[in-house]
Structure formats: structure tokens, C-alpha cells
């Protein structure tokens, strides 16, 4: 059956709603092709070099992005911390009504703001709205919860705060972080991610705007504006989120500084199994690990697994990954109509098809390395477009004992690719589990809890989970990392505010030069 658009979910429909949402934050090339401004130095200004953004869905130019230099950059630094300066001083009060105001504003848009991330890194919708809710409600809980944690006397940093986001959440990361960072009394600087994301953040920070709050939202290359976003004096604290390569480099250009910081980066997530038998409730736990093709920091790719179990792991697994639906988010049949749920998808494409490309290439390495491929999943019957664009997408793929010397073996794949170690000793479990010198979170699937918890002190992550997976989590739930997945100071719940502001007793939970120190989890 031939598919369509469904209707009304279309690129140029899409656009419209978002110019007619915020048509200050919008405007043309000499060519008529839609641009995004940049917001600095207070407004929305038609400034930088534009450079066309395409869509991973189908390969086709979203918008143009102008990216600034370092030069334009430095001026918006110099003014946002001239705003942070005013805004620091504001009573507490009065911040909490701007957030919540901009709260309604985003709320009132939340449909196109989803949309717009279908569109611009390939969520599902389902997906897609969740990570906008994840932000509205993570903030409204801050704004009830501020009052009691600047209560021992916190006070705001002494420059705004430079946010460098990766593109996987825009919404439920980067936002949220933000409009926290706004109420515990900063000014915000972020910079749009290259690869996805730029439009929907755009919309967003229109609408932070009007509601008064002192945010900067500028797009560029990373390696230019990098050591004005790090190492500006004006900068109060670094926010990163991202891979171990590009974190490395922000974590060394902070050497010599003692700017507060907080440095989330990539690690081999791992689920070890050992004298296990609940297998039904492990398959739904496998099922929900593919949201979002693993694009995800908490996803879990690797599974280390007792010899003595293999077979029944794999008599669960793979009919799970079998069971995974990808494909085009919007692609209907001629059956839909107006109001008719939208694909109910594990996921669409990767974020771009350079990054599938190097995905398939790892595969490949790791087989002929040795690796035993136990499923390789096809394109062939997706739900796709006739003709469309599909060099972004890649099928579920499973590896068997992946060669030591291969990519897949150590790092994280940030993609549909799963590969399993088998294991003889629990000694060789927490070895295999520990492969990427830290993670964020781990999982032990275990009948025995009491051993599992003694398993759990020895693996480097952050959260482990004893016979269910660990999230970044919400609300009050801490988050940070071990081992080389973290630098500097833990956030969530009560420690992100603490990270982002000044005061108080104890210090910071985290992981810093001179000393680690890690919060109940």
C-alpha cells in the first residue's frame, strides 16, 4: 500500500505555524529561502553566515542557520552578562512569574514544538511530545519547589551560564535545564546543536523572550565559538552535554579555571545477566530500550550474559528486536484522516545520514574483526514514502562477542546496534560491564537481590538498576556520571540548582580534580 504525509504534518505547513508563532525569530536569504535569526545582545538579529539544515526524515533542506564567529559571539557574551548582572538581582518572586509565563507560552505552542522535532531529528510524535512534557512538567516542579532550595542562602552565579546541548533532547535537556538555571537567578547563554533542533529551539527562546527572561540563544561552529562559549571571564558556569571527544575538549580548556561546570558525557551503558530466570518482565524492559534507535545517554547497547543463560536470553531477546517498528514518522496510509493517531514508531532515522553511515561501517568492522552477527535487520517493508531519502536510517543490528580491538567493543554506538559478551565469572561480568572506564547507568538482572547488590558497588555507574533499567530521571531524582562519563558537579533534583548557584553549606556532589563525591542515587 503506497504511503502519504499525513495531513497537515507537512515541512511548509510546519514552518508557517512556526513563523506565524514567532516571526521576529525568522527571516529570508537573498533567495527567498526561510533563515533563522539569532537571538543576542537582546534581540532577535539577522546576523551570521546562513547555512542550510536538513531534515534526517528525508534528506531535504529544513532552513538556512546563521552561524556567527567568535568575534559576534564575544559581543553577545559581553551583553548577556550585563543582563545576568540585572537579572541576578531581580527578587525571586518575580522570576518564578516570568518562568511560569513562559511556561503557559510554551504550553499553549506544545503541538508545534513536537512537530518540529519530528521534522528536524526524526522523533516520533509519541517521542517527540514526551520530550516537551518532560521539560513543562520538570520546570512547574522547580518553580513550586525554588523557594526551599535557595532557602540556606544560595545566591545566583556570577555570570550567566553557557549551555552547549546535544541535539537528541532539546526540549527536556537543554530547555529545562535553562529555564532552571533563569529561576535560581541566571542569565542564559546556549548554543544551537549543528545537527538538529535549531528551529524548534528557536521558537522556544521567542517565547522565553517575551516572557522577559534574559536568555541567548546564537548558532555556530563549535570549534570557533568554543573558546568564547568555555573560556569567556564572563562566563559563570559551563553546561555540556555530549561525546567523550568534544567533552574532553571542554573539560581541558577548564583546566586552568576554577569556573564551575558540569559535563555530561557519552559511555558504554551495560545490563549484565547472571543467575536470572524472569525473562518476561526483562522482554518488556528490552522492548522500551529502543525508543528513539538508542540516540539516547542512558540507553542501554550492551548485554553481558552468563554462558549458562545465552540460550534463554537469546529465545527473549531476539524476538524483542525483531518486534521493533522504524520508519518515517508522518507516513500514513490513504485510510487516515484528521484525528487518527499519528505512527506509533520505535523510531525514525538517525540524526543525520553521515551518522549512519558510520554506524553500518562499525558493523562491518566488528564482523570482520570476528564479531557473529545474530540479527541484521533490513529497510525492506518499513513504513517509507514512495522515493523518499531513507540514507539516515539503519535496522536494528545484533553482534556476538565483538573483537576487543573493534569500535562497538568500547564505546557507545548511539544507534540501533546492540552487541553481547558472553561470560564465565562474576569477575569477568563486572569487567565486561565496566569496559568504558564509566557509565551513567547500569542494570543487573539477578533473581538473587542480595547478590546483585553487592555486584552493583563495583560497577562504574552512576545509577544501577537491579532487575530494571536507570533513567536520567526527573524531579528530585539526582544524575551525574563515573569515571571518565562526568566532570565536575552532578545535577538533578536539589543539585542542579546547587550547581548553579553559590552558598550554602557542604560542598558540591560531583566529580572534580582534587576530590569525587556521589549523592544517594
Not at 562504574?460 to 533513567?471: E, L, T, Y
Request: with cysteine; net charge negative; proline share 6%.
Amino acid at each position: 500500500m503506497a504511503l502519504r504525509l499525513a495531513d497537515g504534518t507537512s515541512w511548509s505547513d510546519t514552518l508557517a505555524r512556526a513563523v506565524a508563532a514567532a516571526p521576529e525569530a525568522f527571516g529570508t536569504t537573498p533567495d527567498g529561502a526561510a533563515t533563522l535569526h539569532n537571538l543576542v545582545e537582546g534581540g532577535w538579529r539577522a546576523v551570521g553566515t546562513p547555512s542550510p539544515v536538513r531534515t534526517p526524515v528525508d534528506n531535504t533542506v529544513l532552513v538556512n542557520l546563521a552561524r556567527l564567529d567568535a568575534e559576534a559571539a564575544r559581543g553577545a557574551v559581553e551583553h548577556a552578562a550585563a543582563a545576568h548582572r540585572e537579572w541576578a538581582r531581580t527578587p525571586l518572586a518575580e522570576r518564578k512569574a516570568r518562568v511560569d509565563d513562559a511556561l503557559d507560552a510554551l504550553t499553549a505552542h506544545r503541538d508545534l514544538l513536537a512537530m518540529l522535532l519530528v521534522w528536524e531529528i526524526g522523533k516520533p510524535w509519541r517521542l517527540a511530545c514526551a520530550d516537551v512534557d518532560r521539560a513543562l512538567d520538570g520546570v512547574r516542579w522547580y518553580v513550586q519547589e525554588i523557594d526551599r532550595m535557595l532557602a540556606d542562602g544560595r545566591e545566583p552565579l556570577p555570570g550567566p551560564v553557557s549551555n552547549i546541548a546535544s541535539w537528541n533532547y532539546p526540549m527536556s535537556v537543554l530547555v529545562h535545564a535553562e529555564l532552571v538555571q533563569l529561576l535560581a537567578g541566571n542569565a542564559v547563554i546556549a548554543k544551537t546543536p549543528s545537527q538538529g533542533g535549531a528551529v524548534c529551539l528557536t521558537v522556544a527562546h521567542a517565547l522565553m523572550r517575551r516572557a522577559g527572561l534574559p536568555a541567548t540563544l546564537l548558532s555556530g561552529s563549535g570549534e570557533e565559538l568554543s573558546e568564547v562559549l568555555v573560556r569567556a571571564p564572563e562566563i559563570g558556569a559551563v553546561a555540556f552535554v555530549g561525546g567523550r571527544s568534544n567533552g574532553g575538549k571542554v573539560a581541558a580548556a577548564l583546566l586552568d579555571s576554577d569556573k564551575r561546570h558540569f559535563i555530561e558525557q557519552e559511555g558504554l551503558n551495560a545490563w549484565g545477566i547472571w543467575n536470572f530466570s524472569q525473562w518476561d518482565l526483562l522482554a518488556a524492559h528490552l522492548k522500551k530500550g529502543f525508543e528513539y534507535g538508542k540516540q539516547r545517554c542512558t540507553a542501554y547497547p550492551r548485554f553481558v550474559v552468563q554462558r549458562d543463560l545465552v540460550d534463554e536470553f537469546l529465545d527473549v531477546y531476539l524476538p524483542v528486536v525483531r518486534s521493533v517498528r522504524f520508519g518515517h514518522p508522518l507516513a500514513v496510509g490513504d485510510d487516515w484522516s484528521a484525528g487518527d493517531p499519528l505512527p506509533e514508531l520505535d523510531f525514525g532515522p538517525l540524526i543525520s545520514a553521515a551518522k549512519a553511515e558510520e554506524l553500518r561501517r562499525k558493523v562491518d568492522e566488528a564482523v570482520r574483526g570476528g564479531a557473529v552477527p545474530l540479527h541484521r535487520g533490513k529497510l525492506d517493508g518499513a513504513p517509507f514514502l514512495d522515493g523518499q531519502d531513507t540514507s539516515a536510517y539503519v535496522a536494528p543490528a545484533v553482534l556476538l562477542a565483538p573483537p576487543g580491538r573493534s569500535r562497538l567493543m568500547h564505546a557507545e554506538p548511539f544507534g540501533p546496534v546492540d552487541t553481547i559478551v558472553v561470560v564465565d565469572t562474576t569477575d569477568e561480568l563486572l569487567a565486561q560491564m565496566n569496559a568504558s572506564n564509566g557509565a551513567l547507568v547500569a542494570s543487573l538482572a539477578c533473581d538473587d537481590e542480595e547478590l546483585a547488590g553487592k555486584l552493583a558497588v563495583d560497577l562504574q555507574a552512576f545509577k544501577v538498576g537491579i532487575n530494571k533499567p536507570r533513567s536520567r530521571g526527573d524531579r528530585e531524582e539526582p544524575f551525574g556520571g563515573r569515571g571518565a562519563s562526568w566532570k565536575g558537579a552532578f545535577v538533578g533534583g536539589d543539585l542542579l540548582v546547587q550547581a548553579v548557584t553559590v552558598g550554602g553549606d557542604g560542598r558540591l556532589y560531583g566529580n572534580f580534580p582534587d576530590y569525587s563525591s556521589y549523592p544517594a542515587t
